[in-house]
């Protein structure tokens, strides 16, 4: 087991000798070009092993926003070879390319300054503790000297209390250290990195403005890379769970597997794949875990989401007299209103370190990786559940064929979408109607998909899309993005721009709030229309590589995607696509009706 303080799968060699991402002088990074006052390179001081630390555990890209509270610390990140600093236009988007940052490379980091900038990035810092990722949120925090005094500093609501951002963090982060003297800096640095890493949570770490650059003795220019213990199961609690749960499946006549997003957490998606082939059950994932596991494998089902699940996927699992679920979230959306079809007393709930059995027992400090690997040797084989899919099966309906201009469905355009998808690709899915339309894909091995279904905040997307593709620059990303959520963190195309990235972005345009209105139409859910197209070659500017395209009926389309396949490959390409306001996926509207009942439901009589 890798014990290493690194990302969620360990730092990459290259990470471990320094040699990560660009230097901070290659063409393309967005800072400075000349250095205001050069730092000694043999400094041993609390800006230099911050900036070294994060370089260790697999950190080459930190995204943030200036303030006066956080210049200085700024300076020792720009000064460390192995680091470079991504400037956002926004926290809100600095925080959210930490979080796609975390999913590409297991941990991301951003740095902003004090109270105006950490409360701008707290959403983005709540939503990454949703899906449990580690990024490290760094402010700048005022002078030392300032603190326990009464005096009231800028920046603040005017009192002379510093600790309201503190308080903010407490609820969204698994840690949090105010670094205000040097003496225990050390350690308050290395247990919130490594806190973030064991516990797969953000943590929050201000540090005083006038201290990153003073030298001290428990400070070295290289720290040691050091270590995680690692979290063991309990041998005896394992060796009952696993002995309790072979019992229970191996009695079962048509028993499946179904994969969670606390998968990532745990480590475990190979355990799980290895359970597959040496169980021969069939397999689904709930919407939150594509692209955890390979969707090539033959016994694959599709998304499990109850009414809204993958054709005949929902009928084998709810079916089934023994379902076990590795690493599940059940919430309101996942489980379309509360209207799984499921038994308790049919189902192993397997957590990143407890497993529960039917109704009893429970077993915990069973870690997740451990448990599947150490079933996979024992469980009896049984394919019942994959021959009765086979047989029950029937291949997906063709798109109906477009007339010549006629204006662009919503489905041609996803047809022609997994069309470009390869193991080199990656998609990033936005909140809203692209959630459903993009579950649909069928991904190549080896192709990446994320998207925030337990935090769901609009807008997430521009600047996971950014931080995704600085952290995974061996992919090209495609991102779905509906206009609404566009228009709430749009600035960072810039950002993209300024890194050179190639990213493809289809820009949803359907005049609103899609999914809202099949959830509870309004006249609020109608948004501005924006010439999309025009505001993004308006950031461009020419500067940087980027193209444009507007399209309307699938010839238009087609055309696009040829040339942001071909002649563009280098480019940041942006393609925004017209559709009919009320042109959505079947889907969405099943799960729209089910989660306005689910949200109406009257008060229970007191």
């Known amino acids: 087991m890798d014990t290493r303080i690194g990302s969620v799968d360990g730092p990459s060699p290259a990470a471990v000798n320094g040699a990560v991402g660009c230097p901070a002088s290659a063409p393309g990074c967005p800072i400075m070009s000349s250095h205001p006052a050069p730092l000694a390179a043999g400094e041993a001081s609390l800006g230099r092993h911050l900036a070294r630390r994060l370089v260790q555990v697999g950190v080459s890209d930190v995204f943030a926003v200036p303030g006066d ?180 499946l191996n009695k079962a006549v048509k028993p499946v597997l179904v994969g969670g997003p606390k998968l990532r957490v745990a480590k475990a998606q190979k355990a799980f794949v290895d359970l597959v082939d040496a169980s021969g059950y069939a397999y689904a994932i709930m919407p939150s875990a594509k692209g955890l596991v390979p969707e090539t494998h033959p016994h694959f089902l599709g998304t499990y989401w109850g009414a809204v699940s993958t054709a005949f996927c929902a009928e084998i699992v709810e079916s089934a007299d023994a379902y076990l679920f590795a690493g599940p979230i059940f919430n309101d959306y996942s489980s379309v209103g509360y209207s799984f079809l499921l038994k308790k007393d049919k189902a192993i709930i397997v957590q990143p370190d407890r497993v529960i059995i039917g109704n009893g027992p429970a077993f915990g400090c069973v870690m997740m990786k451990e448990y599947l690997s150490e079933l996979a040797k024992r469980v009896k084989k049984n394919t019942t559940a994959y021959e009765n899919y086979k047989r029950i099966f029937v291949p997906d309906g063709q798109v109906l064929q477009c007339e010549a201009n006629e204006p662009l469905r919503v489905n041609v355009l996803f047809k022609h979408i997994q069309k470009m998808l390869t193991g080199d690709s990656a998609v990033i899915a936005e909140t809203g109607d692209s959630w459903f339309n993009c579950q649909k894909l069928k991904l190549p091995e080896g192709c990446g998909y994320e998207f925030q279904m337990q935090y769901g905040s609009i807008g997430w997307s521009v600047g996971a899309l950014l931080g995704y593709a600085q952290g995974a620059n061996d992919k090209r990303v495609i991102a779905c993005i509906g206009d609404g959520s566009f228009q709430v963190t749009a600035q960072d195309v810039s950002t993209m721009l300024r890194c050179g990235q190639n990213s493809i972005i289809f820009l949803i345009n359907n005049g609103g709030y899609t999914i809202e209105v099949e959830i509870h139409d309004g006249p609020y859910n109608v948004i501005k229309n924006w010439n999309y197209t025009g505001l993004v070659d308006a950031i461009h500017n020419g500067e940087g590589n980027c193209w444009t395209a507007k399209v309307k009926c699938e010839e238009e389309l087609t055309a696009a995607i040829e040339t942001a396949l071909g002649e563009k490959e280098d480019s940041l390409c942006f393609i925004e696509v017209i559709a009919h306001k009320d042109d959505t996926s079947k889907e969405l509207l099943e799960w729209g009706s089910r989660v306005s009942a689910a949200n109406s439901r009257p008060p229970n009589p007191q």
């Open 69 to 248: 509270f956080n210049l200085t610390l700024l300076d020792h990140l720009v000064a460390e070879p192995g680091l470079r600093l991504v400037g956002c236009c926004n926290e809100l988007n600095a925080g959210y390319a930490a979080d796609g940052y975390a999913r590409a490379r297991g941990v991301g980091a951003c740095a902003v300054t004090f109270t105006v900038g950490g409360l701008s990035v707290l959403n983005a810092i709540a939503g990454a503790y949703s899906e449990n990722l580690p990024v490290i949120c760094i402010a700048g925090g005022p002078n030392s000297n300032d603190y326990g005094t009464n005096r009231i500093l800028h920046h603040t609501i005017g009192v002379p209390d510093f600790s309201q951002e503190l308080r903010c963090f407490q609820t969204v982060t698994c840690h949090q250290a105010v670094v205000t003297n040097l003496d225990d800096a050390h350690e308050q640095i290395d247990t919130a990195i490594s806190t973030a890493l064991r516990e797969s949570k953000p943590v929050y770490l201000s540090i005083s403005c006038n201290l990153p650059g003073i030298p001290h003795p428990t400070f070295s220019r290289d720290p040691v890379p050091f270590f995680l213990a690692p979290r063991m199961s309990n041998k005896m609690g394992l060796e009952a769970a696993v002995e309790a749960t072979v019992q229970f």
